[in-house]
T-cell receptor, first 111, second 112 residues
Framework: GENVEQHPSTLSVQEGDSAVIKCTYSDSASNYFPWYKQELGKRPQLIIDIRSNVGEKKDQRIAVTLNKTAKHFSLHITETQPEDSAVYFCAASRNDYKLSFGAGTTVTVRA | EAGVVQSPRYKIIEKKQPVAFWCNPISGHNTLYWYRQNLGQGPELLIRYENEEAVDDSQLPKDRFSAERLKGVDSTLKIQPAELGDSAVYLC??????????FGSGTRLTVV
């Protein structure tokens, strides 16, 4: 099955700086890569996703890049704000149905 | 729209007792998923339903876990008997043909 590895496990950044989270996947047939944000005690919420026919996607301060050849994808958050503090999960899927998640990255934005 | 509704939010039970979780998906979503999220980890799929049919239950520990989705709408996940290692957050999600994937708030189970 799919194996998704995520790094780093924790990330502390100064407010206004950028944050980058990286994930690798094992199944070359995976074609859908969503990113979820989960605040303490709350549900995972989709913040951005990318499909394998696209190399980069941006939504305001959030961007995701995908390198199919290397089988890795990354989340970039620019101009971080305190409300960006949360756990972020990457995931990969070959058919939009079964999502295989990384272990998560706890992001702390220091004011 | 109410979103994916789960109950209860929290459950504490003694080991060897049974427990059940309930999920009501977003109206019109034909696909329903149950995930388990252990502390400090990402969610792992237990079972996926297409309407009332379980189409992927390869990760469900069938000796003690069971699920049903009668009438293809809401669903129940049961554990009998519960073990200490079952302590986790059980998340339900729904989608329409794989799109609009939305998670519920989960049920946090503590087995003591």
């Amino acid at each position: 099955g799919e194996n998704v590895e995520q790094h780093p496990s924790t990330l502390s950044v100064q407010e206004g700086d950028s944050a980058v989270i990286k994930c690798t996947y094992s199944d070359s047939a995976s074609n859908y890569f969503p990113w979820y944000k989960q605040e303490l005690g709350k549900r995972p919420q989709l913040i951005i996703d990318i499909r394998s026919n696209v190399g980069e996607k941006k939504d305001q301060r959030i961007a995701v890049t995908l390198n199919k050849t290397a089988k890795h994808f990354s989340l970039h958050i620019t101009e971080t704000q305190p409300e960006d503090s949360a756990v972020y999960f990457c995931a990969a899927s070959r058919n939009d149905y079964k999502l295989s998640f990384g272990a998560g990255t706890t992001v702390t934005v220091r004011a | 729209e109410a979103g994916v509704v789960q109950s209860p939010r929290y459950k504490i039970i003694e080991k060897k007792q049974p427990v059940a979780f309930w999920c009501n998906p977003i109206s019109g979503h034909n696909t329903l998923y149950w995930y388990r999220q252990n502390l400090g980890q990402g969610p792992e799929l237990l079972i996926r339903y297409e309407n009332e049919e379980a189409v992927d239950d390869s990760q469900l520990p069938k000796d003690r876990f069971s699920a049903e989705r009668l009438k293809g709408v809401d669903s129940t996940l049961k554990i009998q008997p519960a073990e200490l290692g079952d302590s986790a957050v059980y998340l339900c999600a729904s989608s329409f043909g794989g799109r609009g994937y939305t998670f519920g708030s989960g049920t946090r189970l503590t087995v003591v």
